[in-house]
């Protein structure tokens, strides 16, 4: 599985049952709740889980970089789209609200290898993404986003997801009335993170 540590964080904490609202039940299981040390346990995991991503997909990277001269474009192509591009958009409606720093490291990891792929230096990131007719990593996030958004005000997804999201009663057809918006109090832990 794709460097998901496996230890007492990921794990339901029975004793604080009563006290924290349970959040996601994805990712073999992982359970957040809404106390201040499990949200700073959750940010942690979400670092590590994205470090071991990049570290991943970089070395994977370099063996394309390797086979740049040996294969042609669209074998490459394929090799990236297939090995390198699902571990980069795997699970990224969980961890979307990250650092920028690690978007950024993430849009230059598919960026070095589509200049594999293309054996481009002189192309701008856009045009590479052009040719290969590929979204960047961020459009891609919101894409997920919007279309999980979708199945969760149409019901598609199962109760334990759908219960996530709070709906308010429809009794006028408002504009923007599909979802409640809570209001933040703190910046650390308000409009970015998952509470």
């Given amino acids: 599985m794709l460097g998901i540590p496996s230890s007492p964080v ?17 990712l073999e299981n992982v359970f957040l709740s809404e106390t201040k040390a499990d949200v700073q346990n959750e940010i942690y995991i979400r670092e590590i889980c994205i470090r071991e991503i ?5 070395c994977k990277v370099g063996v394309l970089l390797r086979l740049r001269n040996l294969i042609p474009w669209y074998a490459k192509l394929q090799l990236y789209k297939s090995n390198i591009r699902p571990h980069l958009t795997y699970c990224d409606v969980v961890w979307h609200f ?3 720093s690690d978007k950024k490291k993430m849009e230059r990891i598919q960026e070095r290898a589509l200049r594999a792929v293309f054996k481009s230096k002189s192309e701008t990131y856009s045009e590479l993404l052009t040719r290969a007719a590929l979204p960047s990593l ?29 709906t308010p009663p429809k009794q006028y057809n408002l504009k923007n009335a599909d979802f409640n918006i809570t209001r933040f109090r703190t910046v650390h832990y308000g409009k970015h993170s998952l509470l």
């Fill in 10 to 26: 990921f794990q339901y904490r029975a004793s604080r049952q009563k006290s924290a609202r349970v959040y996601f039940q994805a």
């Fill in 54 to 58: 990049c570290k991943k997909t970089s």
């Fill in 98 to 100: 990250c650092k920028s």
């Fill in 138 to 166: 961020y459009q891609q996030r919101l894409q997920n986003n919007v279309l999980l958004m979708y199945k969760v005000k149409n019901g598609l997804l199962p109760t334990y997801i759908t219960e996530i999201f709070n």
